[in-house]
């Protein structure tokens, strides 16, 4: 594979210098608030991506975020070796890519009962007390026959529990799915 490699330089530039792509097709506005905490708690730990223009290729909602915040200046990256196509396709494939990953649900759960237990609030970035292990219900095993068995894991509210029991009860009697056990 022939991975093309650029340099990454990155500069402080002035906030009033970046142009939002006026043709963005992300609606940001619920993530801006959270990348606003995010970036009080943690920092600004990813530049912004702009082409030549000063336009931006990634990072909308932390332009939006920083302006909010009433910064001057943003950490950017200006992707000068990046055609206008190629900018474009970027901009859509970084939004899409982040859509194809899942949460192990079992490890966010350690992760997050570690972080309650440091007293550290994920709540403010959408994260809850309820994704934690004792709101985790596991069905151990499924065997589907003639097939393989496979493990599942199944993160349920509690006020749902019953709701997707039934549904799961309706599957194994209509499509030969055995369900060796459950946790309530």
């Given at each position: 594979m022939n991975i093309k490699k650029s340099e990454i330089n990155i500069a402080e530039i002035d906030i009033n210098k970046l142009k939002p792509y006026k043709s963005n097709p992300r609606i940001n506005d619920n993530a801006i608030v959270p990348v606003i905490k995010s970036?009080?708690?943690?920092?600004?730990?990813?530049?912004?991506?702009v082409d030549k223009n000063m336009i931006v290729i990634v990072g909308h909602t932390r332009l939006e975020a920083a302006k909010r915040m009433?910064?001057?200046?943003?950490?950017?990256?200006?992707?000068?070796?990046?055609?206008?196509?190629?900018?474009?396709?970027?901009?859509?494939?970084?939004?899409?890519?982040?859509?194809?990953?899942?949460?192990?649900?079992?490890?966010?759960?350690?992760?997050?009962?570690?972080?309650?237990?440091?007293?550290?609030?994920?709540?403010?970035f959408g994260f809850s007390e309820n994704d934690t292990e004792e709101n985790v219900h596991v069905i151990e095993e499924v065997?589907?026959?003639?097939?393989?068995?496979?493990?599942?894991?199944?993160?349920?509210?509690?006020?749902?529990?019953?709701?997707?029991?039934?549904?799961?009860?309706?599957?194994?009697?209509n499509e030969n799915v055995e369900i060796i056990q459950s946790a309530n």
């Open positions: 970036i009080k708690k943690f920092g600004f730990r990813q530049p912004i991506v009433g910064l001057k200046t943003v950490p950017v990256h200006i992707a000068n070796d990046m055609t206008e196509s190629n900018a474009n396709a970027y901009r859509l494939a970084d939004n899409k890519t982040n859509e194809f990953a899942c949460w192990n649900e079992s490890l966010l759960s350690d992760e997050l009962n570690d972080l309650w237990k440091k007293n550290i609030d994920m709540s403010e065997e589907l026959k003639p097939y393989k068995r496979i493990h599942i894991l199944v993160s349920i509210h509690p006020d749902h529990f019953d709701d997707i029991k039934n549904e799961l009860d309706k599957l194994r009697r």
